[in-house]
Antibody, heavy 120, light 112 residues
């Protein structure tokens, strides 16, 4: 069974750094891209970026380019999303996602979400 | 690239059918058959209902169906049930490295 299990709730201050995680299981990690999506409370979904674990190639949404970094730890079959200096506008629920099949553009598997709150 | 346009809300009675539209452009919905639909209940992660315009993943009820005409995709829910009350989002491949995906703003379905 494919599972994506994310790290827990984070409450941070502006300017702090943060890394959240998405641990995978039930499939060959390097065969599928992993993506991150954001949902601001009460709002819709936005794509943050994706990474191809086999070569760590990344693609970022223009809205998030330069603001976040996506990486993977292949031995731990885990993906990470990190910020070096958080802003209040980074507040939201972040989901990691995996496609249905390797060439697919739909998000078939979702983590449970990590709520990130940035407030002074 | 602008968000896909969905109605803010739709409603229907149990047993009825409802259709949610999702309008994009010739640069996304109109060109690519990579339209997907997601259902989200409050406090839960989204769930994939439809992919590639009209395909249902294993385990999704056949009461959910998808279609596309021109720049507009549609999700139809037949035989409405109370548990269908949720937010629904459409998503399309954006056709470029910069805009890999474009999402709709979401539609709240109320089952009367």
């Amino acid at each position: 069974e494919v599972q994506l299990v994310q790290s827990g709730v984070e409450v941070k201050k502006p300017g702090e750094s943060l890394r959240i995680s998405c641990q995978t299981s039930g499939y060959v990690f390097t065969n599928y891209w992993i993506g991150w999506m954001r949902q601001v409370p009460g709002k819709g979904l936005e794509w943050v970026g994706i990474i191809y674990p086999h070569d760590s190639h990344t693609r970022y949404s223009p809205s998030f380019q330069g603001q976040v970094t996506i990486s993977v730890d292949k031995p731990l079959v885990t993906a990470h999303l990190q910020w070096s200096s958080l802003k209040a506008s980074d507040t939201g629920m972040y989901y990691c996602v995996r496609p249905l099949y390797s060439g697919s553009y739909c998000m078939a598997y979702w983590g449970q979400g990590t709520l990130v709150t940035v407030s002074s | 690239q602008s968000a896909l346009t969905q109605p803010a809300s739709v409603s229907g009675s149990p047993g009825q059918s409802v259709t949610i539209s999702c309008t994009g452009t010739s640069g996304d919905v109109g060109t690519y058959n990579f339209v997907s639909w997601y259902q989200q209940h409050p406090g839960k992660a989204p769930k994939l209902l439809i992919f590639e315009v009209s395909q249902r993943p294993s385990g999704v009820s056949d009461r959910f169906s998808g279609s596309k005409s021109g720049n507009t995709a549609s999700l139809t829910i037949s035989g409405l049930r109370a548990e269908d009350a949720a937010d629904y989002y459409c998503c399309s491949y954006g056709g470029s490295d910069s805009f890999l995906w474009v999402f709709g703003e979401g539609t709240k379905l109320t089952v009367l």
